[in-house]
């Protein structure tokens, strides 16, 4: 993909949603990162979920300190995985305590030594909470890079450097949100919705949805290869083929007294 379809692609997304922003509730840096730590392997929605409960309680790594792993778990049972997260959670919030005042360090060599905290989860702190111009790659922009063929590479940490690199700098701040949003309801990873998508023109991947012709714009296939049309197309059940069938065999012992 060259320079200006890369361009024009971010042009699209910004027109579409000039002012992306987290999915994720909160109110403070901290609140932010204890949403992120939960997130991993689970929904936005689950995590605002439970988040709403849990917040009004302990906004602060002090308050999560003080409500321990067995005080934070019957917050975030909802959320896969929340034994982990809440040790993680109380650990980190500990840290904070300890090491920081209290507070998020806007640095990801130290967001990356806070438990649960991985270089996706410092990138999305670090642009959401602190304006920095980095691009967290998880699952969806992982998907939607490779995909379209904007940011092409066999890892997250490989499909980060590569965005980061192509991407002009107007679009770098918001960059992680355009294609998170896209990836999550438009560029979704079973069957695609090219039909609905602002830059499906632009985009190189080679197996587009369509839209069927008798049921709707909204109900998508998967369009086959040109080559494999034809193979494509089957006979409905129960129809009647082409080829005659042939006459049943005789049983043995009928076929024996015949020859006899």
């Known amino acids: 993909m060259n320079a ?3 361009r024009q692609i971010f ?3 910004r027109a579409a949603n000039p002012d992306p922003r987290s999915e994720l509730e909160y109110r403070s840096p901290f609140e932010l990162l204890v949403a992120v730590v939960l997130s ?3 929904t936005d929605k689950g995590v605002n979920k439970a988040t709403a409960r849990l917040f009004p309680i302990a906004s602060t790594p002090l308050a ?15 959320i896969g995985l929340f034994n982990m997260k809440a040790k993680n959670v109380v650990a980190l919030s500990q840290r904070l305590v300890d090491e920081y005042d209290g507070n998020v360090p806007r640095d990801r ?5 806070l438990p649960g905290v991985g270089r996706k989860s410092a990138n999305v702190v670090l642009n959401v909470a602190f304006g920095e111009p980095t691009i967290a790659v998880d699952t969806h922009v992982f998907r939607v890079a490779n995909r379209t063929r904007l940011a092409v590479g066999k890892d997250p940490e490989a499909v980060e450097r590569h965005l980061l690199k192509v991407t002009p700098d107007e679009f770098r ?10 990836g999550r309801y438009v560029c979704i990873a079973r069957v695609p919705r090219c039909p609905q998508c602002v830059i499906a023109d632009l985009c190189e991947y080679k197996a587009k949805t369509r839209a069927l012709p008798d049921t709707g714009a909204r109900t998508l296939a ?3 290869p040109a080559e494999a049309a034809a193979s494509a ?8 083929s082409a080829r005659a069938k042939p006459a049943p065999r005789a049983p043995r012992k009928l076929a024996r007294r015949a020859r006899g």
């Open 109 to 113: 060599e130290a967001l990356e030594t």
């Open 40 to 42: 991993a392997q689970a």
């Open 4 to 6: 200006q379809k890369r």
């Open 173 to 182: 701040l918001n960059a992680h949100h355009w294609l998170i949003l896209h």
């Open 11 to 13: 042009e699209r997304l």
């Open 64 to 78: 999560f300190v003080k409500l321990g792993v067995d005080g934070l778990i019957p917050y975030i049972s909802s």
């Open 233 to 240: 197309v089957r006979a409905p059940r129960g129809a009647a």
């Open 222 to 224: 998967l369009a086959p």
